[in-house]
């Protein structure tokens, strides 16, 4: 199991995990904003098939050459599903993107789709054959095992989710800035109580933004000291009160707590 995982990260680290070509736009505007293209080349769109079209269901990230990092609640193992990279409008043909099969699906053992917050929400997609790195297409880099963001960290949720509750998905690829919100704040009652797992990480919360329907499975994207891009979440749950409730920020599985299921299914397949 070590060599494979070595080679993986060793072929990550050589092309620059989390470090865009294009550097996107990080000013601390709150309200989501059209990303600049390809600023985060990582982030990929999920797809599946019906009467005949594809259509976007979830966001998520590529952390291999042919192997993406999604949320368990987006994987349905009766539908057919593919994956498009280096993309930024989804409706556009747009050269140096690229669609490839889902060849196989991995759902951590542990998730319940009947009681989301139970946690676990994590899964990999392999893809049919491994992807060309180019500036609109580059890997991204996971945190360090137990890497737990302090609060108010900024932090960049993107995705191709509804532009607000109940509103229609978005064309272009977007962004917004979610600070982190620490354990201790997001578990308090008024908050998200014992729904929380430490397993979890939030984000958001002010009432004004979050994610919603479409971008589950996208990243939580925050800069390290080095200026290095990780993802520390896979987009999970929102409020049912709404996208952007206040006291609710959007929950995010917590990537460093997973870092050895990745490793052992990556490694095993």
Not at 62 to 79: E, G, P, Q, S, Y
Not at 114 to 128: C, E, P, R, S
């Amino acid at each position: 199991m070590i060599p494979i995982v070595l080679v993986v990260f060793l072929f990550a680290s050589a092309y620059g995990c989390g470090v865009p070509t294009i550097q996107p736009a990080v000013s601390r505007v709150v309200n989501g904003v059209d990303a600049i293209p390809h600023s985060w080349p990582w982030q990929i769109s999920l797809q599946y098939l019906r009467d005949s079209e594809w259509r976007h269901t979830c966001g998520g990230s590529l952390i291999a050459t042919n192997w993406v990092l999604t949320a368990a609640h987006c994987i349905n193992k009766d539908l057919t599903y593919r994956v498009e990279v280096g993309k930024q409008n989804l409706k556009e043909v747009e050269a140096g993107s690229k669609a490839i099969a889902a060849d196989k699906l991995f759902v951590h053992e542990k998730w319940n789709p009947i009681f989301v917050a139970f946690g676990n929400d994590v899964a990999l997609v392999k893809l049919a054959e491994h992807v060309t790195l180019s500036d609109s297409i580059r890997l991204a880099c996971i945190p360090e095992p137990g890497a737990i963001m302090p609060n108010n960290q900024p932090c960049y949720i993107t995705g191709w989710g509804r532009l607000y509750t109940n509103g229609p998905i978005a064309d272009n690829l977007q962004q917004a800035l979610m600070p982190v919100v620490d354990h201790a704040t997001c578990s308090k009652p008024d908050w998200w109580g014992v729904a929380l797992r430490t397993t979890m990480v939030c984000a958001g919360g002010d009432g004004t933004v979050g994610g919603c329907n479409g971008d589950s499975g996208g990243p939580l994207n925050c800069q390290n000291s080095l200026g290095i891009w990780e993802v520390h979440g896979i987009a999970s749950f929102v409020s049912g009160l709404g996208c952007n409730y206040i006291r609710k920020p959007t929950v995010f599985t917590r990537v460093s707590a997973f870092n050895g299921w990745i490793d052992q299914t990556i490694s095993a397949n």
